[in-house]
Structures are given as structure tokens and as C-alpha cells.
């Protein structure tokens, strides 16, 4: 059996979530696969064993502080870690698919591993902690230090250590990992279920007032890993008049008191459009509204994080304007397929300057944004992935298949959880 373990999985959006859900009930029409996952975030708060759409889960109990308070975030990750190891050690797969989500998890697959003596794939979300390092969180002291060690001890491991992006690649096998134990695998978007819709047949377009104004647009997480001071200050400055363009943003997040605060200090509230998270049922008209997304990333996280909602944009038929470190992966798709911008993380000059240009130019963002459906539908579909994750599944167990294990004698009181036959 395999065991999926990720604290965020359907119905949660967060952290891939729902990508990991459309994943791993595929994988699991092929594979004997259960999840073990956390307490959701969406209201629906039930513990202990669900079914969805074929998979077994079972959601288990840890500390729900909020996220914003760093000390309970550290209680969440340890508290589902250790709830995780019971329902593992209980359970005794054959193989770990393991999100690095919380970032210790990765850590806990490699004493799991030596416990139950399974093989473990390890799937990086973002790097910890670098992450935390390049944001001035933490300091690189000896317990820091230690953490990066024991990290660096799982991916190497791992049977495979499968990252999001080339950047995040490199960045791992600086670390000491064997390039050949090394996978990307990008995230991926359903471009069946994201599709373009007309501007003039958006109900978004329609109920917000779009329709004569370009609309520059930011959807996501407002968190700490996004540069919105940049963005926004750019934004501030762009001498194109303001009857012109309109400023639409999206989200929840830590930062998001910060943004609506620095939104009021550039005196930008009367051109802006601020929501709350859009229904994912909905995702692909909201996301349709834009004329051009933005994507800002902060300096010094290439590698540490990878914006997945790149490949949804792109689905919805929109280009987008990646304020990022030169040569990053999103960048770099930009400009190579002609499906974007490209403006340097930290410049205000320069990402005002492209915004104008976009502003002056709809039809060049028009094509942009036909383009982006393309390569959507060619490279980043759903689709391509699973058969990536099948292909490496099946490697996996056809070099390390699973070893029977002897069934429980009869004269023990209750049985002990063993593997479904079809595991071995």
C-alpha cells in the first residue's frame, strides 16, 4: 500500500491541495493508495476516516492556531507530524508519497522509513528553510543549521526527490543530492476545467465594471513570499491616467492587513478592486477578468518557492508580468514562449514600465494571452503530470517491489493492520 502524507489535501486549496487531490485519486485507480492528511481550513472540520471519489483519507486531529502567529504555526506542523507518525506506524505502507507540507514532514519520512523499513518519494512544495532564511525570519544559527541538515538527510533518502521547477532543482543539488535521485515535475492546471471565456461574456467582467478598463490583477496567497511593495509602488507611479486601468486583487493571507494598509498610503483604494479567495468552481471567469496578472516574487526566493498559479493564468487564457530574479522558471517561460513579461524583482522603474506598456498595447496582451493558452494546453495539463507521477510510481516498485508480510498468528486478540494483497 501507499500512503499519501500531506496536511493540506481536498477540500483545501492551499498548498496544491486540490492538484494533489485530482493527483492522487488518479494514481490511486492504478495503485493501492491511501492519504493521511490534516484538519481542513474550509469549515468542514471532520476527523478520522472520509472517502473521496475512491481514496480512502483519513483526516487527523492536530492544534489549528493561526497562521500568522509563528509559535502556533510550529505547534500546527508538530502536532499533525506526530498524529501522522501514529496513523503511519498503524497503517505500515510499503511506500511514503510525501508532501513536504509541513516542512518537517520530510524529516519524520526518513525515522518512518527506518521504522516500517518502506521506500519514500519525497515531493518538495517549498524549501524550508530556506524559505525562512531569505525573509529575514530566522537567522542561520546552529539550530537552523541542524534543521537544514536533517532536510538535507531526506532527500537524499529518498528513493526520488521530486522538485517543482529547474530553480528549486538546482537549489537542492547544491545541497548534496544526487542528480539522478533529482525529478521536476511542475504543477499542473485541468485546462478542461479552466478555459478562456470571452470578455464580453465574463460574468466578472460584467458585475465588477471591467469591460472599458484595462485590468491589472493579482490572485492568490498574500503572504510574505510576494513582493507587493514593489508591485504596488510600481503600480502607484504609472503615468498612464487612471480612468484607464484598474487595479483587481484577490486573496487572504498573512500580508493581507499590510496591503490593504500600503494600498491606502499610495492613495491607489479609489482604482482598486480588493476581494476575499474566489470560488474554485469560478476560478477560470475570475481569473478571465484580468487583462494582465501580476506575479511578484520577493528577491532571493528562486529556487524556494514556485508559483503554481502561473499555470492557471495561462489555462484562463491571460498573460502575466513575472517580477522575479532573472533567469527564474516563470520568467524564463514568459519570455521564451511569448506568453508573458518579465521585470526585475525589486525595480519599481521597471515593472511600472511594463505595466504601461501593457496598458498601451491590448492587443500585443491579447496575443500574449492566446499564446499562454497554448502552451497551457501543450505542457502544463493535468494530464502530463499524472502520467509523470504514474511513470515514476511504477519505476519505483518494479526496482523495489514490496515485500509480503506474514499475517497475523490466530491466536493473537485483535489483528494488526496489514497490507491490502494487492501491495504484496
Partial sequence: MILLLSRCFYPD???GG???ATLACSLGRSFPMEVVCGRSYTGVDQLGYQSYDGL????????????????????NWI?????????????RPSLLFVQTDPPILGILSVILSRLIRCQIILNCRDLYPDVAIELGIVRRTWLVRFFDFLNNIAYREARATVALGEDMARRIAAKGVPHEKLIVIPNTVDTTEIVPIQRSENPYVRSLGLSSRFTIMYSGNIGL???FDTFLRAVAQIPTCRSRWLLLLAGEGAARSTLETTLKDLNLLENT???PSQPRESLGAFLGAGSLHVVPMKKGLQGCVVPGKVYTIMAAGRPYLAVCERGCDIASLAMREGCGMWAEAGNVELVRNSLTWAIDHPQEIEVMGRKAREVAVSQFDTEIEIRQWHSLFQSVLDTH?????ARPSSNTGSP???????AG
Fill in 401 to 405: 517491489p514490496p515485500k509480503p508480510r
Fill in 13 to 15: 486549496v492551499e498548498g
Fill in 225 to 227: 513570499t510576494q513582493d
Fill in 416 to 422: 494488526k493492520p496489514t497490507l491490502d494483497s494487492k
Fill in 79 to 91: 502536532t499533525f507530524c506526530i498524529s501522522a507518525a501514529v496513523a503511519c506506524l498503524a497503517l
Fill in 273 to 275: 478592486i480588493l476581494l
Fill in 18 to 20: 486540490h492538484n494533489l
Fill in 56 to 75: 480512502r483519507i483519513l483526516r487527523v486531529p492536530h492544534t489549528r492556531f493561526p497562521k500568522k502567529w509563528k509559535l502556533g504555526r510550529i505547534a
